[in-house]
């Protein structure tokens, strides 16, 4: 049985963990509250381009510019969006094994894919996975996310696209619901996949101003730039969700250990002090 020395001092360890996860907690939950608003306001942009370019692919031929084109079934492109930190529950666990579960199953009969994965974490868990093949690791670039970063990583996807490393390419991210929910999102990026429309409506076609080549050199690859943006925004505020709801978990359990423990000091103390009472009354005893 423990004394009561060692159960004081485990008593000590817990409150003092109990007040580290406090403090994550408030400060994930500030954190969360920027990432949320972020999130708000790059949804509706990101929305109305997929929107605008998924429109747009139906009134193109697929060779009026590469990222309409569908190409074959060789290698695909997995971009995963992790965290680089930990102890936010099963934020990093479940992306990174239904990023596997995706691959394995390889429903679109891909000869191969290649993993671009962004934060330590995801490359900490697949890096020891047989068939998991990383060709490219990001980190520490989600503590502060800017449009010019995504643009960066879009731009160096379109370009791998571009050169024909790869037949297409998918990203993957925690889309953001709440602090307790976030829901696993596969989106491919390329090529752009045309509207469905129902059978009989009528397709307009568009007018290009300056010229249609201009405006798809431009608009197309923007459109991979804002979809990477959105989904880092949204990673980030579900990694800050997770954290501070898994903080929040561990400060309840942390008190109930307490309560555990101070029950268990109290319980001891009191076995002591009787023990030490039934020994000054024994011994009065053996005197007379």
């Known amino acids: 049985m423990p004394s009561l020395k060692d159960i004081k001092k485990r008593i000590g360890s817990v ?4 007040q580290i996860t406090k ?15 972020a999130v708000v306001a790059a949804r509706p942009y990101a929305a109305k381009m997929m929107d605008v370019l998924s429109s747009l ?10 990222l309409l084109m569908e190409r074959g079934k060789g290698r695909a492109l997995v971009v995963l969006l992790t965290a680089d930190r930990g102890l936010c529950g099963g934020f990093n666990g479940n992306i990174s094994k239904a990023t596997e579960r995706f691959i394995r199953a390889n429903e679109e009969g891909y000869e191969g894919y290649d993993l671009m994965i962004i934060g330590r974490k995801g490359r900490d ?16 670039i989600t503590g502060s996310i800017s449009y010019s970063t995504a643009s960066l990583i879009g731009q160096e996807i379109i370009d791998g696209y571009n050169e024909n490393k ?10 953001f619901r709440s602090a307790i929910s976030q829901d696993i999102t596969f989106d491919k990026l390329l090529p752009i996949v045309p509207k469905e429309v129902e059978e009989g409506v009528h397709v307009a076609e568009y007018l290009y101003e300056p010229s249609r080549g201009e405006v798809l050199e431009q608009i197309l690859p923007k459109h ?11 990673s980030v505020a579900s990694e800050h969700g997770s954290r501070m709801s898994a903080m929040d978990s561990a400060s309840k359990n942390a008190s109930e250990m307490i309560g555990k423990l101070t029950l268990q000091y109290n ?22």
């Open 15 to 18: 409150k003092n963990t109990q």
């Open 23 to 37: 403090a994550m907690k408030m400060v994930s939950a500030a954190k969360l509250r920027r990432a949320q608003d």
């Open 57 to 66: 692919a139906l009134r193109e031929e697929a060779d009026a510019h590469p």
């Open 125 to 140: 868990l697949l890096k020891s996975r047989p068939g998991m093949n990383i060709s490219k690791v990001y980190e520490d």
């Open 166 to 175: 790869y037949d297409a390419v998918y990203l993957v991210f925690n889309a």
């Open 224 to 234: 991979v730039e804002v979809q990477i943006f959105r989904g880092l925004l949204e």
């Open 267 to 288: 319980r001891a103390r009191q076995a002591a002090i009787t023990k030490e009472l039934m020994e000054i009354i024994s011994g009065a005893e053996s005197i007379k």
